[in-house]
C-alpha cells in the first residue's frame, strides 16, 4: 500500500517547483526545499526496492525513468538540431544523461531541469554501495557529504566537477532517505531529533545571510546552505511523519490530485520548463509585467493547463515504464472482479460442523448453544459457508446441526463420554472434569439437543484441544 504522506510531500514538491520556476520567488526555496524533498523520498523508495530486489532494483529504476525523457527528447532534440545545435556523439546523453547533454540557447532554458535526472542517475548507482555503508557506520556515511561539500566551499577542491559538487549538496538528502526506510530517524526522541534539526537551520541560516548569491537569498545559488537548511526540514518532515494520511481520502478531488500528479510526476517535471519559456515572451507582449500577481497567476495557470495536455498525450509512457496499465487520467475506479460463485458444503459422515472446527481451534467463548428448530436455506454466520436446506441450524449461531437417528425405546445406553486431551475420562456426561464439590454452580452439556439431534458442546479453551462427538 502506498504511503500518502509521501505522496502528498511529493504532490507539494511539484507544484512548488513549477510554482518556483514561473514566478521565480526565491523565498520559496527557503519555505519549501523542494529538490532536497523529492531526493530524500527516492532515497528511501531506493532502499525500500534494495531490499526487496537487491542489485536488480537498479535496472527497474532505469526503467521507469529513462522512458520519459527518451519521449522530450524524440521531440525537442530534432527541434534544437534544425535551429543551430551541432550534431555530435554527445547527443547521445539524451539517452542517458550522467552528464548534462547538449542544448542550443533556447533548449539550455527549457530543459533545464535534466540536472535532477543526471544526479538521480549517479545516486542511485551508488546506492547499493552507498546503503551497505550506511547500514555499518551510519553516523560517518551520512557525514560524509556533507563534509565533501564543505571542502569544496573552502575552496580546498576548487576544480571539483559538477557531479562530486552535486553529491555534497542533494546526496546528504538521499541519505536521510535511507535513515527514513530502516527507521532510524522515527526512533530518534524529540530531545535527540528536534535539536540537531534546530542546529542544522541555524548554521544553513547563518551561511545563507553571510553568503547571498546572484538572486539574493536563493538556496539554488547557495550550495552549502541549501544542504544545511533542506537537512533540518527533511529531518521533521520524515522524522515526524505520521503512520498514515487518510485524511487526504476524506476529499475524493484532492485525493484524485494527489494521485494523478505521483503517478505523472517525471512528465510534469520534464515539460512544465519549455512551456514556461514559452509563455514569457507572450505575456510581455501583453504587458504584463513579472511582478503583476495578476499576470503571475495567469502564468501560472496557462503552464499548469499545457502541462496537463502534454500529460494526457504523452504521460502514459509512466505507466508503460512502471508496467502498470495505461490510464488516460490515473487513480480512476477499478471494476471489481466478478464474485466466484458460492460452493455448497454438504456434510459427510463424521465430520465435523464448520463452527466445531472453530471450537477444537479454540475460536469461540464457553457458552452453551441449545438446537433451534430448522430455519429455510441458512448460512454460517461468522464463516459466510452456505448450508444445505436439509441441515437444522442451531439457535443463534448459525451451526448446522449433526442430525442422528432417534434413540431406541426402552432404556437407552450411556453416552460415550467426551475425551479431552491430557484429562483423564470420567463418568459419562462429564467430559473428564473431576466431580463438583458442594457450593459450586456448574452448568450440565448435553450431547444430544431437541429432536434427538446431538449438538457440539463448545468447550472450555483452556480445557480442549481437541473434541470428539460420539452420539449414542
Sequence with gaps: ???????????????????YHVTGWASLTLVFPAMAVMFALAGSLMAASLDRS?????????????????????VLVPAMLMTGLPPGPKVLLWLFPVADPPANYWGALALSPIWYLRDYLWFLLASPVALWLFRRAPVATLALPYALLLV????????????????????????????????????????????????????????IVTHPGPRGFDLNDIDLGNALWSAAF?????????????????????????????????????????????LTPLVDVVGWSHEDPLGLAVRVVLVFALVGVVTLLVGWVEDVAARRRPELVPGGRR??????????????????????????????????????????????????????????????????????????????????????????????????????????????????????????????????????????
Excluded at 6 to 16: G, Q
Excluded at 236 to 264: D, K
Aim: aromatic share 6%; hydrophobic share 50%.
Design 234 to 278: 527533511i529531518l521533521v518532515l520524515l522524522g515526524r511523519a505520521p503512520a498514515t494520511a487518510h485524511w487526504i481520502e476524506r476529499s475524493p478531488l484532492f485525493s484524485r490530485a494527489v494521485t494523478v500528479l505521483n503517478r505523472r510526476a517525471l512528465t510534469v517535471y520534464l515539460w512544465h520548463m519549455s512551456f514556461v519559456v514559452l
Design 335 to 472: 471494476r471489481a472482479p466478478a464474485p466466484r460463485p458460492a460452493h455448497t458444503v454438504e456434510p459427510t459422515a463424521g465430520a465435523l460442523p464448520p463452527r466445531a472446527v472453530g471450537l477444537c481451534l479454540g475460536d469461540g467463548d464457553d457458552r452453551q448453544e441449545p438446537a433451534g428448530p430448522a430455519r429455510p436455506a441458512p448460512v454460517a454466520a461468522r464463516r459466510g459457508v452456505p448450508v444445505p436446506r436439509s441441515a437444522p441450524v442451531a439457535a443463534d449461531r448459525g451451526v448446522p446441526a449433526v442430525p442422528v437417528s432417534p434413540a431406541p425405546a426402552g432404556p437407552r445406553t450411556p453416552a460415550r463420554p467426551v475425551r479431552t486431551l491430557g484429562v483423564p475420562a470420567g463418568p459419562a456426561g462429564t467430559a473428564g472434569r473431576p466431580a463438583t464439590g458442594p457450593g459450586e454452580k456448574r452448568r450440565e452439556r448435553s450431547t444430544v439437543g431437541a429432536a434427538g439431534r446431538a449438538v457440539v458442546p463448545a468447550p472450555r479453551v483452556a480445557e480442549l484441544a481437541t473434541v470428539e462427538i460420539n452420539a449414542g
Design 1 to 19: 500500500m502506498r504511503n500518502r504522506y509521501l505522496d502528498l510531500l511529493r504532490f507539494l514538491a511539484i507544484i512548488r517547483v513549477v510554482v
Design 54 to 74: 537487491g542489485p536488480a532494483a537498479l535496472l527497474r529504476r532505469l526503467r521507469r525513468l529513462l522512458p520519459s525523457l527518451w519521449v522530450v527528447a524524440v
Design 152 to 207: 569544496i566551499e573552502l575552496g580546498l577542491l576548487p576544480a571539483a566537477p559538477v557531479p562530486l559538487r552535486e553529491f555534497g549538496v542533494y546526496f546528504g538528502a538521499w541519505l536521510l532517505g535511507f535513515a527514513h526506510h530502516d527507521g532510524l530517524l522515527r526512533r530518534l526522541s524529540n530531545r535527540v531529533l528536534l535539536p540537531i534539526a534546530l542546529a542544522l537551520a541555524g548554521a544553513g541560516a547563518a551561511w
